[in-house]
């Protein structure tokens, strides 16, 4: 035998039902090799890659009534979304958001299957559209990386692997600091960036906290995610049924599998839709959990039909109705159901955020002190919040209203009758109400309000005046 380490043997275990492929009979992992492939949905994904990578990045540089397009200012407890401005009082419409995102998702699982998992999550959009393309790139197709990983530790091979950690380690800081980025306004982002870390050890500890979770994500675990962690997998099954379209192989035109020059079905059994697939599965064995959606199989059986001159679409996008020579039907009572959910949810959440007042008041009644008698008067002291949503200073003015009828005279005096607010700020003014002693029988309504004098908003606040 020549000197140096013996290559190890690859070993062979084809996907099945039982068992996961990308994990080994003996628990170790079966790290995957995808191989590369060419075609139309392929070009389609790396049409949506593209444009959703280039929105990420751009979505916290991009100024929309001057603010950011999206940020998320945990610090200062404000928001920011498409030039609308929101507080932490507004927090409640995210259920309304978050609750009709869901539904849209859940009736585009109905329709399409996990169109969303292979085209849009970020997870396959930045480990498909870049980490494994760089992969690729230095370590050749997936014969080469599989040579390469069996054999030993050459210059070349060390060379190309340490070269494809160091653009993953660059890649995963830039990306954890896009993600910071709709959190932290971006010219702050930059000036932190230029000192200490010591100056701003929060954000430091998010990056650097972040930056390790997508390198151990993109660099080792992948598919695991789809497979073990993320839960939208498991719901599939649930929310598909026989007319949703699946990207699923066609038994009846495939099997019985057979070489291209004897008599048989289409399928040629040459493998190629196993070795492209991202999780490992072959999905001739029917649909299952592991299938993503990445439509990689598509391209590689049609690829083969090519070549052979036959029909594309042995592997196809189709309903289970479809793949049994039935009709499907696209709207089904679970997707109007479905709909109707969503569109009541992003209906609220559109009419909330329409209807938000451009201000806010909260009064509260001073702490241990419901009133106090001082000589012949009863005295009630109010403090009165006033919060400014809107992104530009706004002036209020505060005025008493006239007693009730019936009511006693009382006197309301307005520490601060006229306050300023800056953008997104508010203030706290005292009121004093003061009733004679002598005439207060019962607790009785005062009143004052707020106006916005900037665009003539007015609030009306009752208070319950209250004695011995
Ligand atoms: S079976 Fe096909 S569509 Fe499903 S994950 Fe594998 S390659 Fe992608
Ligand atoms: S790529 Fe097509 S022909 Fe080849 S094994 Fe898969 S289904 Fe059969």
Redesign the pocket.
């Known amino acids: 035998m020549a000197g140096g380490a013996p290559a190890r043997r690859p070993r062979v275990r084809l996907p099945d039902l039982e068992t996961p492929f990308t994990i080994n009979p003996d628990g170790s992992r079966n790290f995957l090799h995808p191989a590369d492939v060419r075609g139309r949905w392929q070009a389609r994904k790396n049409v949506v890659y593209t444009v959703l990578i280039a929105v990420y990045l751009a979505l916290p540089w991009i100024p929309i009534g001057g603010h950011p397009a999206i940020l998320v200012d945990i610090a200062r407890r404000q928001a920011f979304l498409f030039g609308g401005t929101f507080t932490s009082e507004d927090f409640w419409l995210l259920f309304f958001v978050l609750s009709g995102a869901g539904f849209a998702l859940i009736v585009l699982t109905s329709l399409w299957g996990r169109v969303w998992c292979g085209f849009a999550c970020p997870q396959t959009v930045f480990l498909e559209g870049v980490f494994r393309r760089i992969e690729r790139w230095l370590e050749g197709p997936r014969e080469a990386r599989i040579r390469r990983n069996a054999g030993p530790m050459t210059a070349d091979t060390l060379w190309r692997k340490t070269a494809k950690q160091a653009i993953y380690v660059a890649l995963c800081l830039l990306l954890a600091h896009a993600f910071i980025a709709y959190f932290v306004p971006v010219g702050d982002l930059l000036r932190w960036m230029r000192v200490s870390p010591g100056a701003h050890w929060t954000a430091f500890v998010w990056v650097a906290m972040m930056a390790g979770l997508l390198y151990f994500d993109f660099a080792w675990f992948r598919e695991q995610v789809c497979l073990i962690v993320c839960p939208y997998g498991r719901f599939q099954s649930a929310l598909i049924d026989d007319d949703t379209m699946v990207i699923g ?1 066609d038994v009846h035109r ?1 099997e019985p ?1 057979s070489k291209a020059n004897e008599e048989g079905g ?9 070795v492209v697939c991202p999780t490992g599965i072959d999905i ?1 064995n029917g649909l299952q959990m592991e299938c993503v959606g990445c439509s990689n ?1 598509v391209d ?2 049609d690829e ?2 090519d070549r052979l001159g036959w029909e594309r679409g ?2 196809r996008y189709d309903s289970t109705h479809g793949f049994a020579g039935a009709r499907r039907r696209l709207l089904r009572p679970r997707v109007a159901l479905y709909a109707v959910l969503g569109a009541i949810g992003l209906a609220v959440a559109v009419f909330s955020v329409a209807s938000r007042a451009p201000f806010d008041v909260r009064v509260l009644r001073t702490r241990g002190m419901p009133y106090a008698i001082e000589g012949k008067s009863i005295r009630n002291l109010f403090n009165v919040r006033v919060e400014n949503k809107r992104s530009e200073a706004h002036r209020f003015t505060l005025r008493a209203l006239p007693p009730a009828a019936g009511a006693p005279a009382v006197q309301v005096v307005i520490a601060q009758p006229e306050i300023t607010l800056d953008a997104l700020s508010d203030a706290t003014v005292p009121v004093f109400a003061t009733a004679g002693l002598d005439a207060y029988a019962d607790p009785f309504p005062i009143g004052f309000t707020v106006t916005d004098e900037g665009t003539g908003a007015v609030r009306a606040v009752e208070l319950r005046f209250i004695g011995p």
Do not use: E, F, K, S
């Open positions: 192989y495939g599998r289409d399928c040629v059994d040459c493998r190629r839709c196993v001739r199989c590689a059986c083969v039909m042995l592997i």
